[in-house]
C-alpha cells in the first residue's frame, strides 16, 4: 500500500532539486556573476531571444516547389511529441526568421508582424508554434530568462535606519534568502525588466566595453554587446521612482540598494500570461496602470511610503518579454489600433499618464479580405512603415495538403476503416482548386509553348511531386522543370477584381482550405453507404459541397481555359485515383512477374550504356563482350511512347544517372527514383497486356464471399485470396474497400472503353 507521508516527502525533495537546479531565484550578485559568464545568453531582448528560440531547435532542407527550402525544427513541435504541427509554409517560417533577425541587429523590434492570408491558411498556427516553442525553450538552461523584483523588511521601533530593519539574522548582501517572515512586502516587476538596468548608465558602459573587449571574437556576443538594448535600456517609472528612493536612502551605496534585489527566473505561459497573450479583436483597451496596493499588514518602508507607484497591466504588459499576438487586427475599429503607430515605432505606451518601455515582439493576423480594404483607407500610409507584412496563402503541394489531414483523420479511424487514397484525392482536389493559369506572355518562347497546354492536375504534380508531364520530351522537361521558381512566384503580386472588390490574387489566395476540407471528411465519415470512410465517400461529398456557391467564394470564380473548374477537378482526380488502383491491383494479382520487369529494366540501361559509351557490354549467357543490342533497347522504347528521337532520348538518359551518382555518392541507383515517369509508363505498357486478365480476377475477387461464389473457379481462389491479402498487408486495404475500389476500377474502365 502507497505510504503517503513517504509520497509528501519524496515530492517536497525533488520539488526542492527542480528549484534549486533551475536557479528560480537569485541575489542580484549571483546574477551578475552568471550574466559576466554568458553575456551572449543572458543578455538577450525579446526578438534576440526568440531567434535564439529558432536556432535553439535547428532547421533542416526539404523540398519546396522548384527547389530546396529550409525548414526550421521548432514548427515540427518537437518540444510536444509533434502534436499539432505546421505541415509546408517554410517560406513564411523563414519571413519571419528574417525579420526577427533584422530585429535582432538593430537591437529593437520596430514593426509589427502582421501574417495575412485566406481563412485557414495556418497564420494563428504559426504564431502558436512560436509560442509553444518559448514555452518549452525557456525551461532548458539555455533558455534561462530573468527579471527581478524589490524585497522589504518592516521597520522596528525606534530603528534609526532609513526605512529598514536593523535585525542582526537579516543577511548583509541580499535580503533574497532571508526568512520569508521577515520580508514585509514583495513589489513585482511586471514589465519583465533586465536586471542590468539596474547598473548606472556609466559603469554599465564601461563593463559592456571590458566585456566586449573580452569576447570580440564571439560575433553574437558582440552584437548584443554593442546594441543598444543593454546601453540604453533604462528602468520603469516604477522601479526608477524605488530606485533613486534607496539610492537617496543608501547615500549613493549602490550595494545596499541591490541588497532588495529578488532576480527570478520566468517561464514563457500563454495560460498563465507569462511573455506571452493574445489580443483578441473586441473592443477594449490593450494595457492599464493602477496604484499599487498591499494586502493587510504588509507595509513599505517610510523612504517609499511618499511614491505614487503604478502598477501596470493588460495584454501588452503581461507580453513583455516575448509576443504579443494581435489576432484578427483589423476587425477592430481602427482608431483603437492608432496607439501602435507610436508603440510600434518607439517600442512604448502610455497608460494613464505612465510612459511603459516594451520588450516585446508584436505580431497579427489578419484575412486577407481585410487587407485589401485596410489599403484602400487614408490611414494605410501612416501605418505601412510600422508594419511587415508576411504572406501565408494556401499550401500548393498536394503531398503536403495531403499530411494537413492526417491527424484530423488519424482520431478517426478508431471508428471506421480509412481506406488507401482518401486522403490523396482530398488533397489533390483541393490543391487543384488554389491554382491559377500561368500567362505564357511572361514567359521564353521554349516554355510559353508548354504552359499553353499545362493542365491543373500536370500544374499540381509539377508542383507536388517535381513531375513534368509525361507528353513531353527530356528537353522540354528540363525546360519546364527549370522554370518552375518563375511559374510559383508568377502571381505573388497580382491583383484581381472579384465581385466588384479588388484584392491580392497570388496563387494560393483562393481555393478550397484546409479548414473546409477537414469538415468536409468529418461529413465523410457520416455516410454509410460505403463501409468504409473511402475517396468514393470524398467524391460524393465534393459534389455536395459544389451546391453551396453562395459560401465558398472560390466556386463563383470564372473558370480559366480549364483551371477554377472545381466542377471538372472531381472528374480529373477521380481518373487519377481509377490510375492509383489500377497499379495497386495489376501489383496485387502479380499479373506481371516484378523480378522479371526489373531485369528487362535493369538490361535496357546496361545496353543504353554501352551504346553512349560506345563500350561494348558483356552477354551475360556467352559471357562474350558485343556491341549494345539495338533490339534490346528498341523493344522497351516503344513500350515508353518516346517523344523524341531514340538516340537523344539514350543520350540524356545517361547525362541524368550522372548527375544523379554525383549528387549522391555511394549510393545504390534506383532506376524509379531517377526516372519515376518512365518506369511508370513501362508498367503501364506492361499492364495493357494483361488488362483482360485483371478485369477476370477483379470480377472473381467481387465475387468471393457473395451469393454468387460457386462462380468463381476453384482453381482462381487461391489468387484470389492472395491478391486481397496483399491489398490488406502492402496497401492498406480492408477486404471491404478492396472490393470498393476494384468495382470502381471495372466501372471505370467499361466507361473507358464505351
Known amino acids: 500500500m502507497l505510504n503517503f507521508k513517504e509520497i509528501l516527502s519524496q515530492t517536497t525533495e525533488r520539488s526542492q532539486e527542480v528549484f534549486k537546479a533551475q536557479k528560480r531565484v537569485l541575489s542580484y550578485q549571483q546574477w551578475l556573476e552568471a550574466f559576466l559568464a554568458d553575456p551572449a545568453r543572458l543578455g538577450r531582448n525579446a526578438p534576440q531571444y526568440l531567434l535564439d528560440c529558432y536556432e535553439y531547435y535547428g532547421s533542416c532542407e526539404v523540398d519546396g516547389i522548384g527547389e530546396k527550402e529550409r525548414r526550421w525544427n521548432l514548427f515540427d513541435a518537437p518540444f510536444d511529441a509533434g502534436r499539432d504541427k505546421m505541415i509546408g509554409h517554410e517560406d513564411a517560417q523563414n519571413e519571419v526568421y528574417d ?3 533584422r530585429f535582432a541587429v538593430t537591437g529593437k523590434a520596430d514593426r509589427l508582424v ?23 525553450y525557456s525551461r532548458f538552461d539555455e533558455g534561462a530568462v530573468f527579471s527581478f523584483n524589490w524585497l522589504f523588511t518592516e521597520r522596528l521601533e525606534g530603528s534609526s535606519h532609513m526605512g529598514f530593519a536593523a535585525r542582526a539574522d537579516l543577511p548583509k548582501d541580499s535580503l533574497v534568502f532571508a526568512d520569508e517572515n521577515l520580508i514585509s ?3 513585482v516587476n511586471e514589465l519583465r525588466e533586465h536586471p542590468i538596468f539596474l547598473i548606472p548608465r556609466a559603469e554599465r558602459e564601461r563593463l559592456l566595453d571590458r566585456l566586449l573587449e573580452e569576447r570580440k571574437g564571439d560575433a553574437r556576443s558582440v552584437e548584443r554587446l554593442k546594441g543598444d538594448y543593454l546601453r540604453e535600456g533604462d528602468l520603469s517609472a516604477k522601479s526608477k521612482a524605488i530606485f533613486e528612493a534607496l539610492v537617496n536612502a543608501y547615500r549613493g551605496d549602490w550595494m545596499q540598494v541591490i541588497r532588495h534585489v529578488q532576480v527570478e527566473r520566468y517561464f514563457v505561459s500563454k495560460r498563465f500570461r507569462v511573455a506571452s497573450a493574445a489580443i483578441e479583436p473586441q473592443q477594449h483597451t490593450d494595457g492599464g496602470a493602477r496604484p499599487i496596493t498591499f494586502e493587510q499588514g504588509a507595509a513599505l518602508p517610510p523612504v517609499l511610503s511618499g511614491l505614487q507607484l503604478m502598477e501596470l497591466n493588460g495584454e501588452l504588459i503581461d507580453a513583455s518579454g516575448g509576443i504579443v499576438e494581435y489576432s484578427d487586427i483589423l476587425k477592430r475599429p481602427l482608431e483603437m489600433n492608432k496607439y501602435l503607430l507610436n508603440t510600434c515605432e518607439r517600442g512604448t505606451v502610455t497608460l494613464r499618464n505612465v510612459l511603459a518601455h516594451l520588450n516585446v515582439v508584436m505580431m497579427g493576423t489578419c484575412n486577407e479580405k481585410y487587407l485589401s480594404a485596410f489599403k484602400a483607407n487614408p490611414d494605410f500610409t501612416s501605418f505601412k512603415g510600422r508594419i511587415e507584412l508576411a504572406r501565408m496563402g494556401y499550401l500548393l503541394e498536394w503531398r503536403k495538403e495531403r499530411e494537413v489531414y492526417r491527424d484530423f483523420l488519424d482520431e478517426l479511424r478508431g471508428e471506421r476503416h480509412v481506406a488507401p487514397h482518401t486522403l490523396d484525392v482530398a488533397a489533390l482536389w483541393s490543391v487543384m482548386t488554389r491554382l491559377r493559369r500561368p500567362d505564357p506572355e511572361n514567359y521564353d518562347d521554349d516554355v510559353a509553348s508548354i504552359l499553353k497546354k499545362l493542365t491543373p492536375l500536370e500544374k499540381a504534380r509539377l508542383y507536388g511531386e517535381h513531375r513534368a508531364p509525361e507528353r513531353l520530351n527530356t528537353d522540354q522537361k528540363r525546360a519546364l522543370l527549370a522554370a518552375v521558381p518563375q511559374l510559383r512566384d508568377e502571381f505573388n503580386e497580382a491583383l484581381a477584381e472579384f465581385e466588384n472588390f479588388v484584392c491580392a490574387a497570388y496563387e494560393g489566395r483562393r481555393g478550397a482550405s484546409a479548414r473546409e476540407m477537414r469538415a468536409l471528411l468529418a461529413d465523410a465519415v457520416q455516410n454509410r453507404d460505403q463501409k468504409c470512410l473511402s475517396p468514393l465517400a470524398v467524391f460524393q461529398e465534393l459534389e455536395n459541397l459544389l451546391k453551396d456557391r453562395s459560401v465558398y467564394d472560390f466556386l463563383r470564380l470564372e473558370p480559366d481555359e480549364g483551371y477554377q473548374d472545381p466542377e471538372a477537378f472531381i472528374d480529373e482526380v477521380t481518373d487519377e485515383y481509377y490510375r492509383w488502383v489500377m497499379v495497386e491491383a495489376y501489383d496485387s494479382m502479380e499479373l506481371i512477374e516484378e523480378k522479371e520487369f526489373e531485369r528487362r529494366v535493369e538490361e535496357y540501361f546496361r545496353h543504353v550504356r554501352g551504346f553512349v559509351s560506345g563500350e561494348k557490354i558483356e552477354n551475360p549467357r556467352s559471357g562474350v563482350y558485343e556491341p549494345a543490342s539495338a533490339s534490346v533497347m528498341e523493344g522497351l522504347e516503344k513500350l515508353m511512347d518516346l517523344k523524341e528521337p531514340a538516340e537523344s532520348f539514350r543520350k540524356n538518359v545517361m547525362t541524368k ?17 531517377v526516372f519515376p515517369d518512365l518506369i511508370y509508363n513501362l508498367r503501364g505498357s506492361y499492364y495493357k497486356q494483361k488488362q483482360k486478365d485483371l478485369e477476370t480476377l477483379a470480377r ?3 465475387s468471393s464471399g457473395t451469393e454468387d461464389a460457386a462462380l468463381v473457379p476453384k482453381a482462381q481462389l487461391p489468387r484470389v485470396e492472395a491478391t486481397l491479402k496483399t491489398m490488406r498487408e ?4 480492408c477486404d471491404a474497400c478492396a472490393k470498393e475500389a476494384l468495382s470502381f476500377m471495372l466501372r471505370r474502365a467499361n466507361k473507358s472503353a464505351s
Not at 657 to 673: D, G, N, R, T
Not at 730 to 733: A, C, L, N, S
Open 730 to 733: 502492402k496497401y492498406g486495404y
Open 99 to 101: 525579420l526577427l533577425k
Open 114 to 136: 502582421l501574417m495575412h492570408g485566406p481563412n485557414g491558411s495556418g497564420k494563428s498556427t504559426l504564431i502558436d508554434l512560436l509560442v509553444r516553442a518559448l514555452e518549452a
Open 700 to 702: 472473381y475477387i467481387l
Open 185 to 187: 512586502c514583495r513589489i
Open 657 to 673: 544517372i550522372a548527375a544523379w551518382s554525383l549528387e549522391h555518392p555511394k549510393v545504390k541507383l534506383s532506376y524509379a527514383e
